[in-house]
Structures are given as C-alpha cells and as structure tokens.
C-alpha cells in the first residue's frame, strides 16, 4: 500500500549549520510531493513542492532533492535557525485529487 | 488574506456523544480536506470536499462524515465518540483544480473524548 516514511525521528543540529531531512516513499505512481513545517501548536505549513519530472527544486533556504530511482526525498535546509526547530513532514499526492499521504514527521533541534 | 479557520478550538466530550467541527477555508478556495492528528497515528487524511461534494475518502469508519457548503465552507461530524477519537482534527483548503496542489492548513480543533 501507499506509505511515506521518515529515516530519523529527531534531528539536533548547530545554528548556522546546514541541515538534511530525509525521506522515503514507497508509492512510484506518486506525482507531487510536498515538505510541510509544524509548530508547537499550529497546523503545518507548506514550505515547498516538487514535481515527480524534477529532480530538484529551491527555495528560500530550503532545497528539496528527489530520487525517483530509490524512491527519496530529502529537505535541505541552508544556515539552519532557531526559527526552524518544528517537525517536519513529507508527503505525496498521488492523483489529481487532494488527497496527501503524510510521513511520520521528524523533529528539528536547533541548538544555539 | 485571512487564513483557514478552525472553530471550536478546543472540545471536549464524553463517550458516545457526537460532535460537529467548523472550517472556513480561504477566500476563493473550493477544496477543503479535514486530517486528523493523533501522536501514535500521525497525520491521516479523512477525507476531501470540491465544490459541495466528497471527491475523496480516507480509511475511517462511517462514524467520520463531512458536507460543504456552497461558500465552501466545510463541517465535519463524528457520531459515537470513542476514546480513540481524540486528537488533534486539521482543516486545509486549497484552490483543488489546475496545477495547484499547495494546502493551507487551519490551526485544528483539538478533541478530547472522555
């Protein structure tokens, strides 16, 4: 069945420093893949998208790499700050319709 | 613009009872689709309404039922609380048509079933 699984539950790293989140997949008909950020009692928030015909695609800090090969997906984060300890989400939409499979979420530490 | 909004923000019921949770979507969008978040289960998807009606479906119980309205605006109902029905219940609302899949998620209504 369709699953999107994370690799670490929990990632610490140094402010300043650059940080990888990453990412797997099992569903290879999926199309759209999404990273959301959630915070302490928010709803998660979109922070950037990728398409299954691009490899990679950048944004504000953040880098999203996908290996349809092996069926990963990563989240590069670059001069990580306090700001961006949340957990963080993969996940994918399959079809036309909205209909997203989330990932177990991993929890960014950003140590000052 | 305003965002998504979730009302109540917080509920808490007794077992078997049923309870009814609100989302406005953002101005212009036509989908809204409901999660719910528990830390055992994480994000699970219940279900996703375009344009008044259910265009798809999650894996829950026929408990689980949802409507939109014709100002987009969704409710969703749980009948028969049980205790597993606590978690945290997501709202998110996009346009649902053409290229553009990005959500925006609601700040959640929390349940508590006791």
């Known amino acids: 069945g369709e699953s999107v699984g994370l690799h670490l539950p929990t990632l610490s790293v140094q402010e300043g420093d650059n940080s990888i989140i990453n990412c797997a997949y099992s569903n290879s008909a999926s199309d759209y893949f999404i990273w959301y950020k959630q915070e302490s009692g928010k709803g998660p928030q979109f922070i950037i998208d990728i398409r299954s015909n691009m490899d990679k695609r950048q944004g504000q800090r953040v880098t999203v790499l996908l290996n349809k090969t092996v069926k990963h997906l990563s989240l590069q984060i670059a001069a990580t700050q306090p700001g961006d300890s949340a957990v963080y989400f993969c996940?994918?939409?399959?079809?036309?319709?909205?209909?997203?499979?989330f990932g177990t979420g991993t929890k960014l530490q950003v140590i000052p | 613009k305003a965002g998504v909004t979730q009302t109540p923000r917080y509920l808490i019921k007794t077992r078997g009872q049923q309870v009814t949770l609100s989302c406005s979507p953002i101005?212009?969008?036509?989908?809204v689709s409901w999660y719910q978040q528990t830390p055992g289960q994480g994000l699970q998807f219940l279900f996703e309404y375009f344009s008044e009606t259910q265009r798809n479906k999650g894996n829950f119980p026929g408990r689980f039922s949802g409507r939109q309205f014709s100002n987009s605006r969704s409710e969703m109902n749980v009948s028969t609380l049980e205790l597993g029905d606590s978690a945290l219940y997501l709202c998110?609302?996009?346009f649902g048509a053409g290229s553009s899949y990005e959500q925006y998620f609601g700040p959640g209504t929390r349940l508590t079933v006791t």
């Open positions: 996940a994918e939409n399959s079809g036309g319709y909205q209909k997203v499979t």
């Open positions: 998110a609302s996009s």
């Open positions: 101005s212009g969008h036509r989908s």
